[in-house]
């Protein structure tokens, strides 16, 4: 890495870093099929790795909320088809309850961690940090590719928990105990459980690697000119996603091994007084549950902004680069992503209200919580600012974008309404907690990951996404995603509870038989037009319209004065040299000002 | 590594006299926690071992600052990665508060609600070495 | 916003091309795992704060550490073996900070001959916690049992002897994989590693592990064996 250099190495010493590339980006050494595309240690091919992988997840995931669904929706019918496929999880075409909450379960699970942590932050911190802040690679490379093994690996794990014989775990992907805790409450608490934790703490020690050699990155290794506030705000956004990784996945590291022990070796660290059908009163005393839901959401809600930050960051990028203006208020979006990032560890107890906690306390964690809601308005505005007489062009990246602050906007201002405890003695646990999330945290940051693939395929693969299946995508889906969450918001104020089975048995539920239908139909075809997307995905990696200029969208970043298909080391010859900051759109009557433009004698200050 | 632009070379003498000074000064600070630990045996206001407690803490603090600064070498560092290290720690403050606070609660909603749980928890049981000598004692 | 496109940073520090903290980034990365690792550590030790804030009696500490090896039939010595274990951390520590700033001085010597010291404080407090552990065991503590009455002379629960074998054995974990970095760090050495790369940095990385090992240490001796 020759852009890193030590100022004063005690006498004459000199650090030779350990993955010395050189300055030409054609191989000089020799390159087989396994260390390029295999063991990989190019950031680039490891985002790939990344963002396919997730994809995978992306989709076992989605196809799971489709069967449950189906349950949900048609509680009634039969599809022997599902027999086929479930075997014995859906014995005469019906999903069985415990399949239900293993596909539950696991749907969580996977998307929160896999697809929305490992596929967005893995996948652009990866290929947009090098490449943004104007390095050859990752500051240690070979940590880069144990951080997506160790991922692999994970997924490896969770996948073959599907295929035991007591099915998957299936207690909810908050894993709370006694469930998590004891193996005799329930088939999915067997081995299913033990494959869980073993792929989350693997899935920790990816994030760990990930996250390390990101803040050393944008640390350590930004090229000559490029100052903390001249990087792009989608650096910003993903150092602070990294930093709460760091920070907030070892505490979850803490309480999974308190749990392995209660599980193993007669500890009651979270069990207390319990009584399990079929085997009896247990020994344990003393324990709390609600000490691992504090240390679980310690973790959980800084990981919501993990999944949320880096969409933010690829918003706001994408949203100046096409409205051709500088982003408004850079120093307010960097202050307010400071804000959210330490918020965030100050809020977890907002998902306990009800669990017993004590009010006073409680009664802090609603003031800290609603606190949050300031960072995100001037977050909001901002977009909302930079978009004002702009110069818009509508690039299916754009609208995923805009879609994103719509989004953010719909499911933030609910979870005003949640973080008040005494609302949520209503609402906890109801359709409207799950409506709040998956717009604000789930679709939202999908429509964040769809902007950042639309918008970097071209630097990724050197060929254009197809636009018209772009737009297919964004209308469908932004539809859908309303169709789908909108209506829970009522059923949730409605009473009905999360979680349940089969609500036609409640009187007080059947008023919603027809919307479940609906809401079920809605989700198939969304979830159908995702696949038309990977279609998209995959075709035009191979045939589509090919790049035949550097910088496709007439962007400043340093990304785009990289050849069409950089190298391993990403420029050829020297690293460009940065005289500006990353949001010169529409100045002194220029369209834009790359970043590595010195500063020209005539030019204005803005 | 470590002589940066604004902390000028210490000649070695110096940084092994340091070295050693700070290792007094862990040694001193832990004697003195034994002291207060062997001393809190003897008391029984609940008062003043909260206090002796207390202090302990603050030693125990003092003795990572000391190991942190010197040992780890931090203090000579630049601010700006100082801070970077000491800023984050900061969470710590309400983690710990929240944490303890609620375990607190947790005791005493278990007291109120459940009293019989904790007539059970008051109940003497007789010492192993006291059953030992009574045992003796009968033979 | 105006002064960042046209005037240079104010400082050149943070103006790119170098590190802003002047330290390669593999320093840089093991601070921060140490933080992260610190993190590990507090969420351990608050969940046993939690607990014990939770339980309405707690063993007495003193009552529970009181024996060393070779001690006479009947004698009770509370607080005396643990005070050894943590003088050897710190001494280890100590040789650890010498050995570091001997590879500062390109003194290849000096670094083999501290790096063994702190290898061997490193392995002698293992040993002793092997001793203390196996004691306890003896005694009829583990995960799961505890032996041991509240201080008040009520019946305990298992909490102090699970959080105790937990905690203390990450702790030890952590102790082990020092001691066979610090293994590998004096082979290095020996093998001239660091001599033809010019810099004995491996060993300061090396180093700042150690501490924090040490520095778990007080905090765990503070808060299981004093408090």
Redesign the interface.
């Known amino acids: 890495m020759s852009?890193?250099?030590?100022?004063?190495?005690?006498g004459s010493?000199?650090?030779?870093h350990d993955v010395h590339h050189g300055h030409d980006a054609h191989h000089e050494h020799h390159e087989t099929f396994i260390s390029k595309y295999v063991f990989s240690m190019d950031h680039k091919m490891i985002a790939k790795q990344f963002l396919i992988t997730g994809m995978f997840w992306a989709v076992m995931g989605g196809l799971m909320s489709v069967l449950f669904r189906l349950q949900l929706g048609y509680p009634d019918s039969t599809f022997p088809w599902l027999e086929d496929i479930l075997g014995k999880w859906a014995k005469g075409g019906h999903i069985s309850a415990e399949a239900y909450y293993a596909l539950v379960t696991t749907h969580g699970t996977v998307l929160v961690f896999f697809v929305l942590t490992a596929g967005l932050s893995g996948t652009f911190a990866n290929f947009l940090i090098p490449l943004q802040v104007?390095a050859r690679d990752m500051?240690?490379p070979m940590?880069n590719m144990l951080s997506f093994w160790f991922f692999f690996l994970a997924g490896i794990v969770m996948l073959s928990s599907i295929f035991v014989e007591t099915g998957p775990f299936s207690g909810g992907w908050t894993a709370y105990p006694p469930l998590s805790a004891l193996g005799s409450a329930s088939p999915g608490s067997k081995t299913g459980m033990d494959l869980w934790i073993v792929s989350m703490a693997l899935f920790v020690v990816s994030s760990?690697l990930g996250g390390?050699?990101y803040?050393?990155?944008v640390?350590?290794?930004?090229?000559?000119?490029?100052?903390?506030?001249?990087l792009p705000l989608t650096i910003w956004a993903l150092f602070f996603t990294a930093?709460l990784g760091?920070?907030?996945?070892?505490?979850l590291?803490?309480?999974f091994?308190?749990l392995i022990?209660d599980r193993n070796?007669?500890?009651?660290?979270y069990l207390s007084d319990i009584f399990v059908n079929g085997v009896g009163a247990l020994p344990n005393?003393?324990?709390?549950a609600?000490?691992y839901q504090?240390?679980f959401w310690?973790l959980g809600h800084p990981e919501v902004y993990i999944i949320l930050l880096p969409a933010m960051g690829m918003v706001s990028e994408i949203l100046s680069t096409n409205a051709r203006k500088p982003i408004f208020?850079?120093?307010a979006m960097i202050g307010s992503m400071f804000a959210i990032a330490?918020l965030a560890?100050?809020v977890w107890?907002h998902h306990m209200f009800v669990t017993?906690?004590?009010p006073?306390?409680g009664s802090?964690?609603v003031l800290l919580t609603l606190l949050i809601a300031v960072p995100s308005a001037i977050k909001v505005f901002n977009w909302l600012t930079t978009l004002w007489r702009g110069n818009i062009r509508f690039t299916p990246a754009m609208m995923f974008a805009i879609g994103f602050v719509s989004l953010f906007i719909s499911g933030g201002l609910t979870g005003i309404w949640l973080g008040n405890s005494a609302l949520d003695i209503h609402l906890h646990d109801t359709y409207f907690v799950i409506a709040h999330f998956h717009i604000v945290m789930g679709v939202a940051s999908m429509f964040g990951m769809f902007a950042g693939i639309y918008h970097w395929f071209p630097k990724m693969y050197g060929r254009y996404l197809n636009n018209t299946l772009g737009y297919v995508h964004f209308w469908i889906t932004i539809t859908g995603a309303y169709l789908i969450f909108w209506p829970m918001h009522y059923e949730g104020l409605a009473g009905m509870p999360r979680r349940y089975y089969d609500y036609s048995i409640w009187e007080s539920f059947k008023q919603f038989s027809d919307l479940n239908r609906f809401i079920s139909t809605v989700a198939m075809i969304v979830f159908a037009t995702q696949l038309l997307f990977l279609a998209n995905f995959f075709y035009s990696i191979f045939k589509g319209r090919k790049l035949t200029t550097k910088n496709p969208w007439d962007s400043t970043t340093l990304e785009w004065t990289t050849p069409i298909k950089p190298g391993h080391g990403n420029w050829p010859g020297e690293i460009p040299?940065?005289y500006?900051?990353a949001y010169?759109y529409g100045k002194d009557g220029r369209d834009f000002i790359s970043q590595t433009t010195p500063?020209g004698a005539d030019?204005s200050?803005? | 590594m470590s002589h940066t632009a604004d902390t000028l070379h210490h000649d070695d003498g110096a940084v092994v006299k340091e070295i050693w000074k700070v290792t007094g000064i862990l040694s001193a600070l832990t004697i003195i926690e034994l002291i207060l630990g062997f001393w809190m045996m003897g008391i029984s206001s609940s008062g003043m071992v909260m206090t002796i407690k207390g202090t302990i803490v603050i030693l125990m603090i003092a003795k990572a600052f000391y190991i942190v600064a010197y040992f780890m070498h931090l203090k000579h560092e630049l601010k700006n990665l100082i801070m970077t290290i000491v800023v984050p720690l900061a969470l710590f403050i309400w983690f710990i508060t929240a944490f303890l606070y609620e375990g607190n609660s947790y005791k005493n909603l278990k007291n109120r609600y459940d009293p019989y749980k904790k007539q059970q928890t008051e109940i003497k049981v007789q010492k192993n070495e006291e059953v030992n000598e009574s045992k003796k004692t009968a033979e | 916003m105006s002064t960042i496109t046209t005037t240079a940073a104010p400082s050149k520090l943070w103006s790119g091309g170098k590190s802003p903290f002047n330290v390669e980034y593999g320093k840089l990365m093991m601070w921060y795992f140490l933080m992260s690792d610190a993190f590990t550590f507090g969420a351990f030790l608050i969940a046993y704060g939690t607990t014990r804030f939770a339980s309405n009696g707690w063993p007495n500490p003193n009552e529970v550490f009181r024996s060393f090896p070779f001690a006479p039939e009947g004698v009770h010595a509370p607080l005396v073996f643990v005070s050894i274990m943590t003088f050897i951390l710190i001494i280890s520590s100590v040789t650890m900070v010498l050995a570091v700033h001997a590879g500062k001085n390109m003194d290849k010597q000096a670094v083999v001959k501290n790096l063994i010291f702190t290898i061997i404080g490193g392995i002698a407090f293992l040993s002793c916690q092997a001793w203390e552990w196996n004691h306890l065991h003896n005694e009829g503590a583990w995960w799961g049992a505890n032996p041991f009455l509240n201080a008040d002379g009520s019946q305990s629960l298992n909490h102090f002897t699970n959080f105790f074998f937990t905690i203390t054995g990450f702790h030890g974990f952590h102790v082990l994989s020092g001691v066979v970095i610090n293994i590998v760090m004096l082979i290095m050495t020996l093998m001239d590693k660091f001599e033809q790369r010019g810099h004995y940095l491996m060993i300061e990385k090396a180093g700042l592990y150690w501490h924090f090992v040490d520095l778990v240490w007080v905090f765990v001796f503070t808060c299981f064996y004093l408090i």
């Open positions: 852009n890193e250099v030590v100022l004063d190495l005690h010493t000199s650090i030779a104007g500051a240690s940590m760990l390390l050699n803040i050393a990155t640390l350590n290794m930004r090229t000559k000119g490029m100052s903390m506030t001249r930093v760091v920070l907030s996945f070892p505490v590291f803490s309480g091994i308190l022990f070796f007669g500890t009651s660290f005393e003393g324990g709390s609600i000490l504090h240390l310690f208020g850079y120093m330490i560890f100050l107890a017993g906690l004590n006073f306390l802090i964690f040299e940065v500006r900051w010169d500063v030019e200050v803005h």
